[in-house]
């Protein structure tokens, strides 16, 4: 599946199936796509590539990096340490977001109390996917 910025100028590729598909909550990912939730699919190193130049990479904290384009601002990704080998791309610059669904949501704890989903799918807290 391809991916790409509002402009054009960041462009990616990922392989299917992707590892994981969750939204999160968490108030970094808030502050960095400026929307209530953000929904972003985890894929190996070996399964995702940049088809353009990279975009800027901006190190929110310790072991974070997160990803946007220069020109337009678009959030692309993010990546952490404690992941090590896992890409985070968000969802909603895929070309075709509607044919990747989300299975869980994390950093429940921090939801906006006025963001009332009715998906029905489990929640965690704090931002790790892998934990049950
Ligand atoms: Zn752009």
């Known amino acids: 599946m391809r991916g790409r910025c509002l402009c054009g100028a960041i462009k990616f590729e ?18 960095q796509c400026s929307a209530p939730m953000t929904t972003y699919v985890g894929v190996l190193d070996t399964q995702w590539r940049w088809t353009s130049e990279a ?13 946007f384009c220069a020109n337009c601002g678009t959030p692309i990704s993010f990546r952490s340490e404690r992941m090590s080998g896992i890409m985070h791309l968000y969802v909603a610059a895929l070309e075709e977001p509607e044919k990747i669904v989300p299975t869980l949501h994390v950093a429940h704890e921090e939801k906006l109390p006025w963001l009332k989903l009715a998906d029905g799918l489990p929640t965690r807290i704090g931002p790790d996917y892998t934990k049950d």
């Open 55 to 67: 975009p800027k990479v901006y190190k929110s904290s310790p072991g974070v990096e997160r990803t």
């Open 14 to 31: 990922i392989d299917t199936p992707v590892q994981t598909c969750v939204n999160c909550h968490c108030e970094s990912c808030r502050r």
